[in-house]
């Protein structure tokens, strides 16, 4: 009887010590830690290699706060974008590894890659018109990046309806097309002091991000479309080693007021057009030299623009339904004057319509004035004549002292 007893005790230790194997040898690849951490955190722990998966649907669970450490190559993010539970997810502990498709180019395979350290392009998002092939996570509100992340790649977060916050790591470098278009991002955005990129589009149409934008002093351009339509964002701070503010970089914005740094040499196509809350005057910097096209075209400006000498291009409608009450010039001779012809023919003047109609004499609103420099008025009446009226200008014209 007893000799029966210790066969059962020990068929049953067998089977225990098999079971324990079998779930052993099922979580060598990927764990999951049942006691949350401090911030209520359930912590998953990934071993993945550049070419082999580890991370399963399974080991995450319904959890809606997950935070993973290891390491994760780009299928692993797969799986992270296919999870419809998780709403905080902590990166930071995270090394990236492998070969990573990090955005679009003109290269022969038509993608730019990164070894490791980077955030894959669709890693969550997609943009609209791909979604059907893509998919897109609409479900993840907080995201904290891997602390050795330095690129964030293209439409990683695209279209990621319900993304309220985002943690960058110190060491970031690259955000590049459209990885944070259309997100649900609230509050202000802090970028890393080390940052060079901020790519087309990066947060346009970011629609909850309020406050003040402060442009990161390595970056050189804030590329096209960047923060377009960021309605509630209220100010920008520009650096002085700054060259260029592209088209619509900051187009349609709740910006209040601008000051432009010394040291911007361009001024994009439509880069603060619609603007409806901009007020003030505008001091264009020395270091400016080209305008384009609709560059502050319907923002509210109501005092004084100021355009120094150096400017010698300056396209239609540039400030065309401002509201500015004078605008002083500071070219004195012809040879100052911008002679930039455009492609459609005719003297900048008069055919492209650089400043508002209230301007113009014909509008006999003599309150709108062009502030010129004392002696220079024969300059400015031949440079801007009115047609069929010798010895007048286009525009209302007078002297300082």
């Not at 911030?39 to 399963?56: A, F, P, R």
């Not at 901020?198 to 096209?224: D, H, N, Q, R, W």
């Not at 010698?312 to 509201?323: C, P, Q």
């Not at 004057?337 to 508002?356: C, D, K, L, S, V």
């Amino acid at each position: 009887m007893k000799s029966t007893k210790n066969k059962r005790s020990l068929a049953s230790l067998k089977n225990f010590l098999i079971l324990f194997m079998i779930a052993s040898i099922t979580l060598v690849g990927c764990s999951k830690d049942d006691n949350k951490d401090d911030e209520g955190y359930t912590v998953v722990q990934v071993n993945s290699t550049e070419s082999n998966s580890k991370l399963t649907a399974a080991m995450l669970g319904s959890d809606t706060k997950v935070k993973l450490k290891g390491t994760m190559n780009t299928d692993d993010f797969k799986v992270l974008k296919a999870n419809t539970t998780i709403t905080h997810l902590d990166l930071y502990s995270v090394d990236v590894v492998g070969k990573i498709i990090i955005r679009t180019t003109n290269l022969t395979d038509g993608y730019e890659t990164q070894t490791g350290n980077a955030i894959p392009m669709n890693a969550f998002g997609s943009p609209k018109k791909e979604i059907d092939k893509y998919g897109v996570n609409t479900v993840l509100q907080y995201v904290k990046l891997p602390k050795t992340v330095t690129t964030v790649g293209e439409s990683s977060f695209d279209a990621c309806t319900s993304l309220a916050e985002v943690v960058f790591p110190e060491g970031l470098i690259d955000i590049w097309a459209f990885a944070f278009n259309e997100c649900a991002l609230t509050g202000e955005l802090k970028f890393p002091e080390n940052m060079k990129n901020i790519g087309m589009g990066a947060f346009a149409s970011c629609e909850k991000l309020t406050g003040t934008i402060v442009i990161p002093k390595k970056l050189t351009e804030v590329l096209i479309f960047a923060f377009y339509k960021c309605t509630n964002i209220t100010g920008v701070t520009l650096h002085g080693g700054l060259e260029t503010i592209d088209q619509g970089a900051f187009q349609a914005t709740g910006l209040t007021s601008l000051d432009l740094p010394e040291g911007i040499e361009n001024i994009g196509q439509y880069a603060f057009a619609s603007c409806e809350k901009l007020k003030g005057s505008l001091v264009i910097p020395e270091s400016v030299g080209r305008i384009f096209e609709g560059a502050f075209e319907s923002s509210k400006f109501d005092g004084t623009l100021t355009i120094p000498k150096g400017v010698h291009l300056i396209e239609d409608r540039a400030f065309n339904n401002t509201d500015f009450k004078k605008i002083e010039l500071n070219w004195v001779e012809s040879s100052d004057f911008p002679w930039e012809i455009n492609q459609r023919g005719g003297r900048w003047g008069y055919n492209a319509y650089w400043f508002p109609t209230n301007f113009e004499t014909s509008g006999n609103k003599t309150d709108y004035f062009l502030s010129i420099p004392a002696g220079s008025k024969a300059e400015y009446i031949n440079y801007f004549p009115r047609e069929g009226h010798p010895g007048e200008s286009f525009f209302n014209l007078k002297e300082r002292n």
